[in-house]
């Protein structure tokens, strides 16, 4: 397997896995795969998983794995054109985090690293604790206190991590983390990890080899920034390899408190201003100041995407029809992604003779705390028919 990790800003290349960022100029790290590589899987929709694509995947032994991939690709009735959602939630976490942990990990081994850590909105801790638990690794987690959705808290614990809320949001979180990981030699698992975000790649991969065809466009929720630019980059590789001919448009749609990607989209900008106070009901990506923002709003320019901002009550409306109308449980961040899909199509955006692929990032059980919030608790009668009767 030939690749080199090259900076997104400088093109400097480099030979060394155990870099994050430019030793150069700072900046972010992509993996840059030789075009001499043989693509050895065919997209012929079976044995959908992560590892089906190994061959375009930067590793160098027998993979961590716990069968990540392979999620369903549902068709809906959320629209009027094609629209079909791709469940991420059922991955082994229960997000889409579980593709990029098991490129992540397995680099963690092959550096012959003994603990990783992460700052997290809630997802990329539980997944890490999971397949660190897996690989025998130590795993360290800062969370924005009283900010992440329970059943995320929950799994990072339950798998082991040592978990500490800290009195700041994300942003912070991250830039503690990146700073103690170098000093304890942890191994980084945000999306800073060029590795991490190319197992999430995959989606790109998924989504081809299922449908048969490239969508008109590919619609998900932005926080980080890390999924869109990886998803965008498998489509690119999908291109570079010869397998498809065109890129969907990718459409990143984040929280009207949470937005500086939206912001940058707007004006045209290359980069982004930072948001100090991030604020939404999706916790998930409560985040002003995304690392991959500049790989982000590439990826939506060189596509021919767009971004919008959907609010809360929106990302619930979404939330309840994917739940009662389809059959999909969804966190809050998730439901993002067809609350932005029914956006554009109340602005006339979108086109009859469309095919759209929305991502569901992570599971209902993610946030059950909000879910009661929205439905309230259940009623509770004494344990006689008629009583029952009575508010059925
Ligand atoms: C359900 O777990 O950032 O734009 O620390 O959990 O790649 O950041 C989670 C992000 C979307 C945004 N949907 O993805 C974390 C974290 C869900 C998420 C996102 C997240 P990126």
């Known amino acids: 397997m ?29 993996v840059k795969l030789s075009p001499d590589i043989e693509v050895d899987f065919k997209l012929d929709g079976i044995n959908l998983r992560v590892w089906k694509y190994a061959s375009l995947l930067p590793v160098k032994i027998r993979p961590i794995s716990l069968n990540e991939g392979g999620t369903p690709l549902f068709e809906t009735e959320l629209g009027e054109c094609k629209v079909y959602v791709k469940h991420e939630g059922l991955n082994p976490s229960g997000s889409f985090k579980d593709r990029g942990m098991t490129v992540g990990i397995t680099k963690a081994i092959e550096l012959g690293k003994k603990a990783v850590a992460c700052a997290s909105t809630g997802n990329t801790s539980a997944s890490m604790a999971m397949y660190a638990a897996k690989a025998n690794l130590k795993a360290y987690v800062l969370l924005p206190a009283g900010k992440v959705a329970l059943g995320k808290v929950a799994q990072a614990l339950m798998h082991g991590a040592r978990v500490i809320g800290i009195k700041a949001n994300f942003d912070v979180a991250l830039d503690l983390v990146r700073r103690i990981s170098e000093e304890e030699n942890f191994y980084l698992l945000n999306s800073v990890n060029p590795f991490r975000l190319e197992g999430q790649k995959t989606i790109a991969f998924e989504i081809v080899d299922e449908l048969g065809y490239v969508p008109d466009r590919v619609i998900l929720p932005v926080g980080n920034a890390g999924n869109i630019s990886a998803i965008f980059k498998g489509f690119s590789e999908l291109k570079q390899f010869g397998l498809i001919d065109e890129i969907p448009k990718m459409v990143g749609v984040q929280a009207e408190g949470a937005s500086p990607i939206y912001k940058a989209f707007k004006e045209g900008k290359k980069d982004i201003t930072p948001e100090l106070r991030p604020e939404t009901i999706a916790t998930a990506i409560r985040i002003g100041n995304p690392v991959n923002a500049r790989k982000a709003l590439r990826a939506i320019y060189d596509s021919g995407g767009t971004s919008i901002t959907v609010t809360d009550d929106e990302i619930t409306n979404a939330q309840i029809t994917l739940a009662t109308k389809e059959g999909i449980g969804v966190e809050p961040a998730s439901a993002a992604s067809v609350a932005g899909f029914k956006k554009l199509e109340g602005e006339g955006e979108i086109d009859k003779d469309e095919t759209i692929v929305c991502i569901t990032t992570g599971h209902l059980l993610k946030d059950p705390e909000t879910v009661i919030r929205i439905c309230g608790e259940p009623i509770e009668v004494e344990a006689e028919l008629d009583m029952i009767k009575e508010v059925l």
């Open 2 to 30: 030939e690749y080199a990790l090259k900076c997104i800003d400088c093109g400097e290349e480099y030979d060394n896995d155990a870099l994050y960022t430019c030793p150069n100029c700072g900046s972010l790290l992509e």
